[in-house]
């Protein structure tokens, strides 16, 4: 079973930025598909950004152009820069993966594997 764990959240002003990581069990590269995902209190959950293992990124529309997924294959890590952050951003973040999809690669849909979360928690 491969276990998936979250860092790098925190407390921000509205403006800031943070690093989120995704630390899997085993080498990331045995994933087709890894994604962010986050759940504010009350809300749906709603998918942040995804990444293939060609690098092929796809953002949800509300962080295109301020959020960044990076697979890092050196550090084994999938990180999430998060930028320009505003109240609305508050939530659990949450690290997927999957293997091979035939609705490609994208932060949408259920995933085999999922972490813990971790909290962004953004004040005005």
């Known amino acids: 079973q491969a276990r998936l764990e979250e860092s790098g959240g925190g407390s921000v002003q509205a403006g800031g930025s943070l690093r989120l990581s995704c630390a899997p069990s085993g080498y990331i590269a045995q994933y087709y598909c890894m994604a962010w995902f986050r759940q504010a209190p009350g809300k749906e959950r709603e998918g942040v950004a995804a990444i293939d293992n060609f690098g092929v990124a796809k953002y949800g529309d509300s962080v295109e152009g301020r959020f960044t997924i990076i697979q890092d294959s050196a550090k084994n890590t999938l990180d999430l820069h998060v930028n320009s952050l505003q109240p609305e951003d508050t939530a659990m973040y949450y690290c997927?993966?999957?293997?091979?999809?035939?609705?490609?690669?994208?932060?949408?849909?259920?995933?085999?594997?999922w972490g813990q979360g971790t909290q962004v928690t953004v004040s005005s």
């Open positions: 997927a993966a999957d293997g091979w999809r035939r609705e490609g690669c994208s932060p949408s849909g259920d995933f085999r594997y």
